[in-house]
DNA sequence: CGTCGTAATCTACAGGTGTAGACAAAACCT
DNA sequence: AGGTTTTGTCTACACCTGTAGATTACGACG
């Protein structure tokens, strides 16, 4: 519950602040970590409201995925300094004081459950994935693409969900160069 | 419940049965994805038993987190071709039809819960992290051989839990050389 | 063969899970 | 104002969770 005003009787308006509840709540705890009546409670409505708008918990996350990887994140349009820039970023959003949590952390917390892995696979192909290959030039752009995001996801498990001390308290800039030459490796068309 | 004999009454045989069961069903299910009960009908045995040889789920979790980390998993010891050593078996062990299982998936399918992810910390820092930083010369070997394991918890994230296609049925060779390009990166002293 | 220690089970509890169905109340429309 | 549709809540179910306490049965030893 965010919104100031009570907020009498609004159907679209109640649908919104579930909603954005369930994204922060399954980004944060992950799927099987958070109730209906967490996001109902936290939208200030009741669990029963969370199946009559979305169908059921499993809806509900569908709808919390595709929203969260549509939005851009990390990744810039252009090719030009795309492994530092999206490097820069990555070590920015996972530091320890970051607050954004975008959809590499809703990715990671929910993988454990077959049915959400599922459907983060097509919302991961047709958002993330495509805005990826897009920037890529060659042959291979899927491929190519894929394991750039398997780089960024892996750097943010052990940077701050394990919580690794080595790359926690890297510098900040050395960790920024290492992974973007890193990136580099698939981003760069092969010669 | 693998073995052949019956075991009626055998405090050790039993210990090591119920831990058995626990690695294998912590590693397929996370460790929110499976109960006590699961487990200790898997080896035969009444739930209580879990929690009289091991105190808690928590306390089994731990043993088990600390015996698959503990197994030397996919960093050779040399520093001879370790990068292309280590990216030619990633790819075999995340293929479609591979059985192994080990010590990442139990990380990824566990991560979500917070108390198996600092349980898991201390692990790989004990096991996996020490093992590869050993085989690494150079200034910052720990945060590198982080990155470099980094990169291959998110490439078998992909791979095989999300199961995202262009990774799923890459050609292992092409995708061997990659990812072997990336982890060169880390793994090469740096001039 | 009886006794004793312990391996193992049985019963139970207090709480949480997703969801279905019946009910109350606010808002809109004539 | 009266009636109807929509918005929201209440109660409830069937099931599963980890774990505590009391109880049984097995096996070895004297």
Redesign the pocket.
């Known amino acids: 519950m965010t919104s100031t005003t009570p ?9 919104e602040a579930i909603l954005t509840s369930a994204i922060a709540a399954f980004t944060e705890h992950g799927y ?1 970590g ?5 996001i ?1 409670a936290d939208a ?10 979305f ?6 996350f569908t709808e919390v995925v595709d929203v969260s990887f549509a939005r851009p994140t990390m990744v810039p349009g252009t090719a030009d300094g795309l492994a530092t820039e999206t490097a820069r970023t990555l070590v920015a959003r996972t530091s320890a004081d970051a607050d954004h949590l975008g959809p590499f952390e809703l990715m990671l917390k929910s993988a454990a459950n077959p049915k959400a892995a599922e459907i983060m696979r097509s919302a991961i192909r047709r958002h993330v994935g495509a805005r990826f290959t897009a920037a890529l030039d060659g042959p291979d752009a899927d491929e190519r693409a894929e394991l750039g995001i398997a780089l960024i996801a892996g750097t943010w498990l052990m940077r701050r969900i394990i919580g690794t001390p080595a790359l926690r308290d890297a510098d900040p800039d050395l960790l920024a160069t290492q992974v973007a030459r890193m990136l580099a490796v698939v981003v760069e068309p092969p010669a």
């Open positions: 907020r009498r009787r609004n159907a679209a308006a109640t649908r099987d958070v109730g209906v009546r967490d109902a200030g409505v009741t669990a029963m409201l969370v199946n009559r708008y169908g059921s918990k499993e809806g509900l």
